[in-house]
Each structure stands twice: as C-alpha cells, then as structure tokens.
C-alpha cells in the first residue's frame, strides 16, 4: 500500500483490506492483536515470517 511503511504494517492493512472476505481478520481483536505485536517487534498473522527474521529471532534468544 505504502512502500515507506514497515513490511509488517503493510500485511495488515493488506489482509484487512483483503476483497474476499475469507482473506481478511475474523475479528477486530485479531486485527489489534497483529497491531500489538507489530508495535512490540513481534511476528504477526498476516505475515508468514522470513528465514533471515527467524535467524535473527533464533539469535536473539526470542521464540514467539
């Protein structure tokens, strides 16, 4: 949508202005719990996550 703005971010919006309904959260609790976890760094639902991200995670100590 915006090619300035955070991959993460972008996946979101993607999958809640999905055109099928299938595509899209839900619920909206579903859509903020993604919100949240983008804000925290964390991976989100609408983004399968990259071997380079899982890496990084893996080297960090974090598992999610």
Do not use: Q
Not at 2 to 22: F, H, T, V, W, Y
Not at 37 to 43: K, S
């Amino acid at each position: 949508i915006n090619p300035s703005a955070p991959r993460a971010l972008d996946a979101i919006c993607r999958k809640a202005l999905a055109r099928e309904p299938g595509e899209r959260y839900p619920t909206a609790e579903a859509m903020a719990r993604d919100v949240r976890h983008h804000l925290a760094g964390e991976p989100v639902s609408a983004r399968r996550d990259s071997v380079v991200f899982k890496c990084w995670r893996r080297l960090r100590g974090r598992s999610y």
